[in-house]
């Protein structure tokens, strides 16, 4: 497993726009695959987004394509997560992952038995 540290959260309007980033404590992440899941108070932990170990393939939850944007940058060992257009039920607590796998043929990529390594998240509040 590897140390994951998640940065960027905190409070915004709604209609505003955050930029979440995690890192890893040593080890390289760049042969993994990486996801952001959240989990909002009540509520169970649900997929966000995910990319491919190089970054070519992204995978998004249905609901929230074309307002969030998930990137990496391997030579700084870091992975991103761009929330736009931010709406109230988008608060939650954001966690940052890393798969199992290199990248998923399959839409196994939403469930979070895919990810052996988890953050302790970082909350993310929007006001109304």
């Known amino acids: 497993q590897v140390q994951l540290v998640e940065s960027g959260g905190g409070l915004v309007q709604a209609g505003g726009s955050l930029r979440l980033s995690c890192g890893a404590d040593?080890?390289?992440?760049?042969?993994?695959?990486m996801g952001w899941f959240r989990q909002a108070p009540g509520k169970e932990r649900e997929f966000v987004a995910a990319?491919?170990?190089?970054?070519?393939?992204?995978y998004y939850a249905d609901s929230l394509m074309g307002r969030f944007t998930i990137s990496r940058d391997n030579s700084r060992n870091e992975v991103y997560l761009q929330m736009n257009s931010l709406k109230p039920e988008d608060a939650a607590v954001y966690y940052c992952?890393?798969?199992?796998?290199?990248?998923?043929?399959?839409?196994?990529?939403?469930?979070?038995?895919?990810?052996?390594?988890w953050g302790q998240g970082t909350q993310v509040t929007v006001s109304s």
């Open positions: 992952a890393r798969g199992l796998r290199a990248w998923w043929r399959d839409t196994s990529y939403n469930k979070v038995a895919e990810y052996d390594s």
């Open positions: 990319i491919s170990w190089n970054g070519v393939t992204t």
């Open positions: 040593e080890r390289d992440l760049s042969p993994n695959a």
